[in-house]
Structure formats: C-alpha cells, structure tokens
C-alpha cells in the first residue's frame, strides 16, 4: 500500500452537514472506510468508522440540508457525540490504520472529495487537534475519476456504470456513501492496474 500511495494511505470520508459553509455550518455525520490490499494484490475496502456529530455551539443548520439528508437531530437513536470525542476516535483509528499499512500519513478519497476535506480540516481546527493524521490539502475525487473512467459524476450513475448496487433509499447517510464511494475508487484503481497500470503488490 505504501509503495501505490507515495506513502499515503487512502482513506475515504464521507460528511453530512448542515450546509455548504465549513466554516459556520454543523457537521452532523461523519464516516471513514479504511482500504487494504489483499493477497491478490487487489485494493477493497476495510473497515468502516460512522459517527452522528453534535452540532458545535452557535452552528448554523439549514431546514433544506436536513430535508435532504433525513437527519432528525432530535431522534434519540441517534446517539450523537461532540466532535472532539468523535475525531480523537476516528483519528487514533486512522493512525492505527496507517502503521499497519506501513504509511506515512492518510489522504482523504471523496466525491467531491475537497468538501469533505474542508469540513473534516474545520472540525479538527475547532478541536485544537495538533496531530491531524490526514494530508491537510492532497486528496483523491472520486467524482474527477468516475468522469474520466464512466463519462459521468454523480455517485450513483457512476456506481451503476460500474456495476456498483446503489440504493437512492439508502443514499445522504455518511456510512453509506462512504461505502460505495469506496467501492467505485477501488473499482477504478483495481481496473486500472488490469490495464497495465500500476502494478500493484500485496504487502
């Protein structure tokens, strides 16, 4: 993994928010799928962390971003937590991961992947998180990818044209799209190396 990556470890994020602002808007949701490469030298998925994230004080939330994702932020199943609680597991998960893939540091995969990586940067300044395991600006667009490999970027046409199942019932929860986000990015990797690309060896 460490020779494919530069040293990087790819990890895919996914975040649900209370609209387009990192800045000023909530981070509700948060989830991270951790990848490998197996004995076949074939890259896939590997765990998956999910989180429901307590809006920070004085964040704004829009009615519209909630509507469109279905979170219910008064829901007692869903067991939120407030970010430094949050990030201080994600991350000791992802430096566990990261040693163990013989790396130097993770990199966020998204679709979209800079809006992802722009609420996930916020949440760690907010925190005072001095030792954030992830590249504070490098990342991998599933979104630019599907494009080049499928002609097409949105998530779920493009996990359809590569023979990805795609629930829209389903989908706007971060565990979810972290997931399928995951599959298409090693979809596309893995299709890569069997053209002749990269190729890619079992640690």
Known sequence: MAQR???FLPVVIDVETGGFNA???ALLEIAAVTLKIDDDGVLCRDQTFAYH???????NIEQSALDFTGI???????????EPVIL???FKAVRKSI???VCTRAVVVGH???FDLGFLNA???RCEIKRNPFHPFSCFDTATLAGLAFGHTVLARACQLANIEFSNAEAHSAAYDAEKTAELFCTIVNRWRELGGWPVAAE
């Open 72 to 82: 219910m932020l008064e829901s007692p199943e869903r067991a939120s937590q407030p």
């Open 112 to 114: 979209n992947a800079h």
């Open 88 to 90: 201080g597991d994600l």
């Open 123 to 125: 949440a760690a300044n």
């Open 23 to 25: 800045a000023t808007d």
């Open 53 to 59: 994230v307590d809006p920070f004080e004085g964040a």
């Open 5 to 7: 990556f530069r040293g």
């Open 99 to 101: 040693k163990e893939a």
